[in-house]
């Protein structure tokens, strides 16, 4: 799991401590991860303007932009295609071939 710093406003972290003293929350990183996770779920169009954008910046393959888009890969292709995105064929090292084969077995 990576770390993430962030500035975040007092009133949204008043807000965030008082539901953490509340029991809504464990703690802050629990609230913000409970945020984004609901945002993103709420948001598809959101979750896939993200997965494209990564896709596009070769920073993640095809079978990973699908899954964070919530789209299986031959949808995704479709969407990579639809927003003029180049598709790159085959994974590109090891770690790449290894994302792919998780994604394949998540789909059974």
Known sequence: MS????TIPDDLTELMEGAIKAGIFENKSDAIRH???EYFEENRNARIA???SLYEDEEITLGTAARLAGVNRFEMRDILR???VELRFGPEDM????DEIDVARDLE
């Open 50 to 52: 993200a997965a494209v």
């Open 82 to 84: 639809e927003e003029g």
């Open 3 to 6: 770390r993430t710093t962030a």
């Open 95 to 98: 770690a790449a071939a290894k």
């Open 35 to 37: 945020v984004l996770r």
